[in-house]
């Protein structure tokens, strides 16, 4: 497994917005499968936030995805986020979600952050057991969501 930006592989770019549109299309009004691959594109840096970023398999397949973002709570002043953490089902329980958490985590702290917000409404164990702590639950566009923070 190997964790590459979104840049390096702008070939995976329609895979990775097809996911994201999938799981979180619900909570952008407005958002189409077109306006979330430009968004996307938009993402795919290497030294500056925002970053996409990959998992790739010992043969270069994608199976997973996530990103390092502003603004992704709207009305939220918090930043950076991570955000838009995918793994398919069939990759899951593989320890992917949580290495591509390091992954963004080591890029906003060579950014020079010191601090990361996530959002989810699927997954508060997950990142709970990676060092992340609960900061309030809200309602958000028709979910239940946790806000989380980690200091990096």
Do not use: C
Not at 88 to 104: D, F, N, T, Y
Not at 109 to 127: E, I, K, N, Q, V
Not at 136 to 147: A, F, K, L, N, T
């Amino acid at each position: 497994m190997r964790i590459a930006p979104l840049a390096e592989r702008p070939d995976l770019a329609v895979q990775v917005a097809a996911w994201g549109f999938g799981e979180w299309g619900h909570l952008n009004p407005g958002q189409t499968p077109a306006s979330r691959l430009a968004e996307l594109h938009e993402e795919m840096n290497v030294d500056r936030v925002p970053i996409a970023f990959v998992v790739l398999d010992d043969h270069g397949g994608l199976i997973g995805t996530a990103s390092l973002i502003f603004d992704d709570l709207e009305g939220d002043p918090r930043n950076p986020w991570l955000a838009s953490v995918f793994v398919p089902p069939e990759q899951r329980g593989k320890g992917i979600a949580s290495a591509l958490v390091r992954a963004v985590e080591d890029a906003a702290r060579r950014l020079g952050y010191g601090r990361l917000y996530l959002f989810t409404s699927t997954a508060p164990d997950l990142y709970a057991g990676l060092g992340w702590r609960a900061l309030e639950r809200r309602d958000y566009r028709g979910e239940h969501i946790q806000v989380m923070d980690r200091t990096l």
